[in-house]
């Protein structure tokens, strides 16, 4: 009975694969976890004691939904200095996540044609089933770059958004200035929406990042927290771009998710302002442990940027190298829950050395075989 009361909507959202690898996942007994986007640094504390204040001080209730004029402002003032667009107005989020889901819920209509590049972030074909998009899937393969002639190609009078993501999850890879340049200006000769998702822009190791904001003033920018600073349960976000389609999203968050959560907003004032350069810095050392330790019996695209590798396997499909790894209790996901493809699997970095050393001796055993 129940069965005919669920929507196509959720039907059409299958997150199937991401659940068995899970609950396989919790079978095991102190695995070797290398497969959470989840920072492994704890909070810094002037971030935690901000939020505690909060709570103490009673700002326990909603806030405005666009979010605190003090985090607002704050993130409006490194904006104009950034970029100095007249029109680009900021507002706070419930997460990266949710600030994509109001992005699109306010700009697609069902039917329109929104761009994404595979490998892609595995929420991006659930965001558009919700907003009745249909997403045109351009391959990476195998450096994880952007061929803006490709990109030129797919465009359609149907096309209403170009969805990009650097430094991207799971591949790492942060496109060169060029490509970069190329497809902001490409966006803005057809009129094409660029929602650009920023969440790992401050996981950049090899040169300084870049936002297809610097040559496309119409750039709808999705951005975050919680990976820069290890709070990703405490969900806060943000969204910058044109004054018009920021107006909406917020329209849309007042009956969605009303407003971020109130308490976070106050630590993500302590936040802005955190130097990050040595959590940074040891990430890239992170990377560059695992790059060294897989680079023998692993073929991969050297990651620019977030902290994941997504190397090809070395034998059988993605699924059945994850299936054999969790048999040595490790950890990994599937390239299959992110792409087309079942030929890659997603390593996250963002874990103890002693860790990422027992992943690689595990990994290498498992290649050889």
Known sequence: MFENWISDRARAIDLSVIRKVFELGRSLKNPVNLSIGQP????????KE???????????GYSVSQGIGELNGKIKNWLDKTYDHTDRA????SGTSGGLHLALAATVNPGDEVIIFDPYFVGYPGFLELAGGRPVIIDTYPEFGIDVDKVRSAITPKTKVILFNSPANPSGAVPNDDQVRDLALLAAEKNV??????????????RPFLSPTRFNP?????D???KTYGFTGWRLGFAHGPRSIIEQMIKLQQLVFVCPPTIVQYGGVAAWDYDTSAIVAAYRQKRDRL???LKDRFEFTIPGGAFYLFPKVP???GTAFVEKAMESNLLILPGLIFSGRDTHVRISYAADDAIIDRGIEILNRLARK
């Open 50 to 60: 901000a939020a505690k204040s909060a709570i103490d001080a009673d700002r326990n």
């Open 315 to 317: 034998w059988g499909t």
């Open 224 to 226: 975050g927290f919680g």
């Open 193 to 206: 929406l660029l929602i650009s998702d920023e969440i790992y822009r401050n996981f950049c190791y090899d």
């Open 90 to 93: 900021v507002f706070l989020t």
């Open 291 to 293: 790059v060294a330790g």
């Open 40 to 47: 492994h640094f704890p909070v810094p504390t002037p971030i």
């Open 218 to 222: 119409q750039t709808l920018v999705v």
